[in-house]
């Protein structure tokens, strides 16, 4: 069963806006022992949940979500009353939310070889000298 905050704990949440001092003195904490009480409060897993809750609540309807955009951008596309330059921008942007873009490329074991910007084998036996670590210098 989840735990029920004080009424000095929910001034608290109500009053935090990213600083914790703050909202211990609005909460009823004395000044005295506001930053402590605002750093013990922000270790408390309850009164962090609350505080996520509410930020979550207050966010959710100022951020669009994928499907939201997704929708939005589908109406537009097939709007025939847009500029085509739009419709395409929308089924691009559509496309790739989606991924139908996704840029794929092979990666093969052959090819040439360098070592750090050194050239072929036969140079870098030649130039790269092991260091004074007993590594090789490259």
């Not at 750093?39 to 996520?52: D, F, H, P, S």
Request: charge should be positive.
């Amino acid at each position: 069963m989840a735990k029920k905050l004080t009424a000095k704990q929910q001034r608290f949440v109500d009053a935090y806006d990213g600083n914790a001092t703050k909202a211990a003195i609005a909460a009823g904490y004395s000044e005295k022992i506001a930053r402590q009480m605002g750093q013990v409060n922000m270790t408390k897993r309850v009164i962090l949940a609350e505080i996520k809750a509410r930020e979550t609540a207050r966010c959710t309807p100022l951020i669009a979500s994928r499907e939201e955009r997704q929708q939005f951008w589908t109406k537009v596309m097939r709007d025939k009353g847009e500029k085509t330059q739009d419709r395409l921008r929308a089924a691009e942007l559509l496309g790739k939310s989606e991924a139908d873009f996704v840029e794929r490329q092979e990666i093969s074991g052959s090819g040439p070889r360098t070592h750090h910007g050194c050239g072929n084998d036969d140079e870098v036996a030649a130039t790269c000298q092991p260091d004074r670590g007993g590594g090789a210098e490259w």
